[in-house]
């Protein structure tokens, strides 16, 4: 999730309007670029490389509530020795043993069916697989948001800004225009703007396999941090997880939703709070993970608020102080992202300077509704 921005001018969607018909002119880096931006940006630079990508905002555009839906996770479907993705061409590299590949020598836009099915479950198994020197960003709307749909149903963001006439798009842009929003969202007064989440957990039926490609990136720093919840699960002693068992805890999107309008932004459908299970089961790779997180948890359900709130913050610091199972995601032209949203959390490094341009673009296919864990000795 990223703070909504609501103060780019109309002139952003005139931008929109003009590149929208080409998908060429994506590429184009000096071209079609919003009166606020160049105002507000230094002579020197040439405005955002991607203008068809700028957020895009309308007061009017109303989604009605998501509704339930059957999903079978596509790794399920892939061959475990994933022929078409992990070949002689394909270079790995592991950044920590729980969670992080980088991937070079192939081109998501490329796969087959076979080869996204075997996307799905790597992303599984390595919980974030970051590729690089992609074409993603160049291949057009339309192929994007059809790739990212093979893993299932794709959330339209109730409050983010997204690309005109395609809402699938969760569009993240920061300019030093718009860099006070970055500074707010997660309090003005705290000593660390990290904010670690798992996109959307108030759904009903949250984020899964998720794609997250930059579009232009500070000189330094701005990268991504992900944690696994399956290894802070593993790392909790077996009294503890017993005690776990079977609790749950309401994830909430009301926050986000008055945060935007309380800024004048957007708020496309109503906020939902939706109970989740504390351990959810991943259903193809059978792992066990917290499912918790400070940007959407609100509270245990059947705890008083003391109760509740103390063991919140026992596990939100336990995920947060787990550097030996965190990584640090960094972003070159051409990176895409692909993580699993149901075991892990990550949050933006907020280490760069505002004054530097900060633009990427989501798409979140939705999974299954949490599978809570049943011991056999509850069963």
């Known amino acids: 999730m990223a703070p909504s921005v ?15 018909s080409d998908i060429a002119q994506l590429k184009l880096a000096n071209t079609a670029v919003s009166e606020s931006t160049t105002e507000a940006t230094e002579a020197s630079d040439p405005g955002p490389s991607y203008p068809g990508y700028l957020p895009y905002y309308d007061h009017d555009e109303k989604f009605p509530p998501l509704e339930l839906f059957e999903h079978s996770d596509v790794g399920l479907l892939a061959d475990p020795a994933k022929p078409n993705l992990l070949n002689e061409k394909t270079k790995v590299k592991h950044l920590s043993p729980y969670l992080g590949t980088e991937v070079e020598g192939v081109q998501i836009s490329q796969l087959s069916k076979e080869g996204l099915n075997e996307l799905a479950l790597y992303a ?25 749909r093979h893993f299932g149903p794709i959330q339209p963001h109730p409050t983010s800004g997204n690309v005109k006439g395609y809402p699938e798009f969760h569009v993240v842009y920061f300019d030093p225009t718009t860099s006070r929003v970055f500074r707010d969202y997660y309090g003005k007064d705290r000593l660390s703007k990290i904010g670690w989440h798992s996109d959307v957990t108030y759904e009903k039926q949250p984020a899964a396999t998720t794609f997250f490609f930059i579009l232009d990136q500070p000189p330094v720093g701005g990268d991504t941090l992900f944690g696994s919840q399956v290894e802070a699960y593993n790392r909790l002693s077996p009294e503890f997880k017993k005690r776990l068992e079977g609790l749950r805890a309401v994830h909430s999107a009301v926050h986000q939703a008055e945060y935007s309008k309380g800024k004048g932004g957007v708020v496309r459908r109503e906020p939902v709070e939706t109970e989740h299970p504390i351990v959810r089961v991943h259903p193809v790779t059978g792992e066990k993970a917290l499912f918790v997180n400070e940007g959407f948890t609100r509270h245990i359900v059947g705890f008083k608020k003391e109760e509740s709130e103390f063991l919140l ?6 995920i947060a102080k787990g550097a030996d199972f965190q990584i640090r995601a960094r972003y070159e032209p051409g990176t895409v992202i692909v993580w699993d949203n149901r ?37």
């Open 343 to 379: 075991v892990t959390v990550h949050s933006v490094n907020p280490d760069f300077d505002l004054k530097h341009r900060r633009h990427a673009v989501r798409l979140t296919p939705q999974g299954e509704a949490p599978i809570p864990f049943v011991s056999d000795s509850t069963a």
């Open 313 to 318: 913050k026992f596990l939100y610091d336990h």
């Open 6 to 20: 609501s103060d780019i001018k109309s002139a952003t969607a005139e931008a929109v309007d003009k590149v929208a």
């Open 124 to 148: 599984a198994e390595r919980k974030v697989v970051i590729f690089r020197d992609q074409d993603f960003k160049d291949i057009g709307y339309d192929r994007q948001v059809e790739i990212a």
